[in-house]
């Protein structure tokens, strides 16, 4: 992983903070979202994230 000004549990805490804080009409609709934090963006699309 190139060398960043935040570290990766800096980052893992961020994004599970944001997570958090997502207000209730979004937050209960998470319960079977997985919310993954990669090292380095993947270089092909998902095809669960791709729109026809």
Not at 5 to 30: I, Q
């Amino acid at each position: 992983m190139p060398h960043s000004w935040l570290s990766r549990k800096d980052f893992e805490a961020l994004v599970a903070r944001a997570v958090k804080d997502l207000p209730k009409d979004f937050s209960r609709y998470l319960d079977n979202v997985a919310i993954e934090v990669q090292e380095e963006p993947s270089t092909r699309p998902d095809p669960a994230c791709v729109r026809d």
